[in-house]
């Protein structure tokens, strides 16, 4: 049995009252290396007024750092904002060692920013690297080389690089020249569970922020607008924490608002569980995509997938558990809806299987243990 390692999770985006949704995966990681080691999260945040101020909650075994401080106006706020945000890094360290002391491990989420303090407040501790940015790929998200130039040291120095998928791996391999391995994200299988009998209606779902750059919002929509000339016994709909504002016009522009699609605004975790056991299938229409969470949700609640085979995805989803499309190909989306709409089988038990393999608590608990317990202090 392995000795609990005192893990501080440093992450870069993470649940906050501003964003309830920023980096949830990344939480969902803590909470699985929380099953068999004291964790503690880190994260910084801004927010209008106020002070300086670090506060700790306890989530389950996991604790949770938050650290807030005045987000900077006026004039010359760039360069306020970067003090500050300085300060508060500092502040969050010198509370956590007051807590814990020394951490035996430092798992760095997602590099930029937070990973460019680590080697002046963590010189000599091991660390472990979880990524999730898309904008280390090449493209219209791409991050400038500024930005690379200061992260690549960071990837350098850790012992393990732990990518979302081995497309991201990869990815940090060709800039950095390391090696890594593939850890899922995690999927809360007690929330995420089979339907407890099978829904009649024919609902298809996107979830995602509706950022149009990556998820090709308004393809999707012209791809559902041919869909209903062809079926008209269907709806879909949109879950979002995003700016719906242009898709919605667009939606009304097509005659699919309140028709056809329709719009819902963030939800909790356990109310997308609930509204999942109502769908013939996820859908994702993305331009780029490195593996999002709401595959495997859908997966481990025994719903498919249709999703474009890009990046990170086509390593974990098959014909078995997904219907695969070319990215910006709206007939090819048109006719995966009709086909799922129109009855194409899907094994919800088998699709939970492979989700519990791959993205349970447990799956991922197991391969960080194996991570923190092969690091020497």
Not at 77 to 95: H, P, W, Y
Not at 342 to 352: E, I, S, T, V, W
Request: glycine share 6%; hydrophobic share 45%; net charge neutral.
């Amino acid at each position: 049995m392995s000795v609990a390692k005192n893990v501080l999770f440093l992450a870069s985006w993470y649940p906050n009252p501003n964003n309830p949704t920023l980096g949830n995966f990344i939480q969902k990681h803590a909470e699985a290396a929380a099953m068999v080691h004291d964790v503690v999260t880190l994260s910084v945040h801004s927010r209008e007024g106020g002070e300086f101020v670090a506060e700790k909650s306890i989530r389950g075994k996991l604790t949770e750092l938050r650290v807030f401080y005045p987000k900077a106006t006026g004039r010359f706020k760039r360069i306020i904002q970067f003090t500050r945000f300085r300060k508060a890094v500092a502040l969050g360290v010198s509370t956590y060692r007051k807590l814990v002391g020394e951490p035996d491990v430092l798992h760095l989420n997602v590099v930029f920013p937070l990973g460019l303090w680590v080697k002046r407040h963590f010189p000599n501790t091991p660390l472990v690297i979880t990524e999730h940015a898309s904008g280390l790929h090449e493209g219209p998200n791409a991050y400038p080389k500024w930005m690379l130039n200061r992260m690549i040291p960071v990837y350098q120095r850790a012992t393990y690089i732990l990518p979302v998928s081995a497309n991201l791996g990869e990815r940090i391999k060709t800039l950095a020249g390391t090696s890594y391995h593939v850890l899922p994200n995690v999927v809360n299988e007690e929330l995420f569970a089979l339907p407890k009998e099978l829904s009649s209606k024919k609902l298809l779902v996107h979830i995602s922020t509706l950022y149009e750059a990556a998820k090709n919002i308004h393809g999707m929509l012209r791809a559902v607008q041919r869909l209903s000339e062809k079926i008209q016994d269907f709806e879909f709909h949109i879950i979002t924490d995003g700016d719906a504002t242009q898709a919605k016009a667009l939606a009304s522009e097509l005659g699919l608002l309140d028709r056809f699609v329709f719009f819902h605004g963030t939800m909790e975790t356990q109310e997308i569980a609930a509204f999942l056991h109502s769908c013939k299938a996820l859908v994702l229409f993305s331009n780029f995509e490195n593996f999002p969470c709401v595959i495997p949700e859908a997966w481990m609640s025994g719903v498919p997938v249709i999703a474009t085979a890009v990046n990170g995805i086509p390593e974990f989803a098959h014909a078995e558990n997904s219907i695969l499309i070319e990215p910006r190909n709206e007939d090819q989306l048109t006719q995966a809806m009709l086909e799922v709409l129109n009855g194409k089988h899907f094994d919800a038990q088998a699709l939970r299987a492979y989700a519990m393999e791959h993205f349970s608590y447990a799956a991922v608990s197991k391969q960080l243990d194996e991570v923190y317990r092969n690091i020497r202090n």
